[in-house]
């Protein structure tokens, strides 16, 4: 089993910037593809960004060019740097991991993001 553990959310202005970090409980090397997703209140969870096993990215059209995808191996730990952060980025933002051994999806518990003046 995979435990995920999201941080770095909180309340910031528009137009500013914010790190998230999800940490796995085993190594990254394990996991097939972490993707961060977010829900919006009154919305469908919708995908952000991905990264793969061999450090491929991709983007939802939405955050393409303000958010960044990253990773530390040696710390299992994958990021997600946010900037010009607009109010409909307002969200509670959660990682996902496929592990490879069962081939399941595992989730973190979220972390809320409002973007507010």
């Known amino acids: 089993q995979v435990q995920l553990v999201e941080s770095g959310g909180g309340l910031v202005q528009p137009g500013g910037s914010l790190r998230l970090s999800c940490r796995a409980s085993i190594s990254i090397f394990s996991i097939n593809r972490m993707t961060w997703y977010r829900q919006a209140p009154g919305k469908q969870r919708e995908w952000v960004a991905l990264?793969?096993?061999?450090?491929?990215?991709n983007y939802a059209d939405p955050v393409k060019g303000r958010f960044t995808i990253s990773r530390d191996i040696a710390k299992n730990t994958v990021y997600l740097e946010m900037n010009s952060l607009k109010p409909e980025d307002t969200a509670v933002y959660s990682c996902k991991a496929r592990y490879r051994k069962d081939n399941h999806d595992y989730w973190g518990q979220g972390t809320q993001v409002t973007v507010s003046s």
């Open positions: 990264i793969t096993s061999d450090g491929g990215t």
